[in-house]
T-cell receptor, first 114, second 115 residues
């Protein structure tokens, strides 16, 4: 049973650079979610997809953030013109379609902005 | 007011004791509730989920839900040092204009089980 896979595990970049993260969900899961977590806080919702459709995007999400899931399988999250405040753990989760389905998380990508 | 609020920690209990973790939520439309365990530097791991009022037991873990009081709890019986982690409470399926997709998390409670 393959879980949610995220790549890379760690990313260090300079302020102003663009970064892209990848998430491969559990194969039979149609829904894919992105969250961001900073130290001492719970994960904060960013966006989610059902198959290839992006169904919701957080109002807190800056225009510098964009996510795609072009074929309804893996997803990418891109951050343009990174800022110090973008330093966080970016978590991907997946679940089956339907109400109240538990979400299973990947190991996350830790982003550090120099 | 935070949408999901957890009892302030850290919580320290002796090995073998019962650890009690509490959570309140503000969106009455929330339909599903989840407890995740997160070890330092790791991602959240699902422990329990509950949808209906009452208790749900799984091994040493019991989740309790009271929708009238907007209260969720997690009891860990016979606590072990390996249970030491941050416990995250999450609510999903809110009807107040929110989607059925996202989870809203509390800030987490740090639990330490000492030998």
């Amino acid at each position: 049973d393959t879980g949610v896979s995220q790549d890379p595990r760690h990313k260090i970049t300079k302020r102003g650079q663009n970064v892209t993260f990848r998430c491969d969900p559990i194969s039979e899961h149609n829904r894919l979610y992105w969250y961001r977590q900073t130290l001492g806080q719970g994960p904060e919702f960013l966006t989610y997809f059902q198959n290839e459709a992006q169904l919701e995007k957080s109002r807190l999400l800056s225009d510098r953030f964009s996510a795609e899931r072009p074929k309804g399988s893996f997803s990418t999250l891109e951050i343009q013109r990174t800022e110090q405040g973008d330093s966080a753990m970016y978590l991907c989760a997946s679940s089956p379609t339907g109400l109240n389905q538990p979400q299973h998380f990947g190991d996350g990508t830790r982003l550090s902005i120099l | 007011q935070k949408e999901v609020e957890q009892n302030s920690g850290p919580l320290s209990v002796p090995e073998g004791a019962i650890a009690s973790l509490n959570c309140t939520y503000s969106d009455r439309g929330s339909q599903s509730f989840f407890w995740y365990r997160q070890y330092s530097g790791k991602s959240p791991e699902l422990i329990m989920f509950i949808y209906s009022n009452g208790d749900k037991e799984d091994g040493r873990f019991t989740a309790q839900l009271n929708k009238a009081s907007q209260y969720v709890s997690l009891l860990i019986r016979d606590s072990q040092p390996s249970d030491s982690a941050t416990y995250l409470c999450a609510a999903g399926g809110g009807a107040g204009g929110t989607s059925y997709g996202k989870l809203t998390f509390g800030q987490g409670t740090i639990l330490t089980v000492h030998p």
